[in-house]
Nanobody, 125 residues
């Protein structure tokens, strides 16, 4: 089973930027995907972004589209989430996850089987 570990969280003022990284223990060339999710206190875990290792088209939630950028470095089994124009409502624990979702489920947390420990992102107003 693939293991993933994220890093890069921190405290930033509104309007600032952070870049999260997620390293996977391995990748495959089928439909495996890496997703980013977040969970704020008292709220459900929500989808942020995802991409298949074999693809080059990222998926985003409406709340982050235009501000966050998903990228990957296949040679390093690493994906990144560049977060710009951060808002206080982006404050959450961010998780990366690995799975093999069908395309219609790529935004669904239950389609991912391996999860990292999470990294805290705090945006102050």
């Amino acid at each position: 089973q693939v293991q993933v570990a994220e890093s890069g969280g921190g405290l930033v003022q509104a309007g600032g930027s952070l870049r999260l990284s997620c390293v996977a223990s391995r990748r495959t060339f089928n439909n495996d995907a890496i997703g980013w999710f977040r969970q704020a206190p008292g709220k459900d875990r929500e989808f942020v972004s995802a991409m298949r290792w074999s693809g080059n088209v990222p998926f985003y939630s409406d709340s982050v589209k235009g501000r966050f950028t998903f990228s990957k470095d296949n040679s390093r089994n690493t994906v990144y989430l560049q977060m710009d124009s951060l808002k206080p409502e982006d404050t959450a624990v961010y998780f990366c996850a690995a799975g093999n979702p069908i395309l219609s489920q790529i935004r669904a947390a239950q389609a991912y089987k391996s999860w990292g420990q999470g990294t805290q992102v705090t945006v102050s107003s």
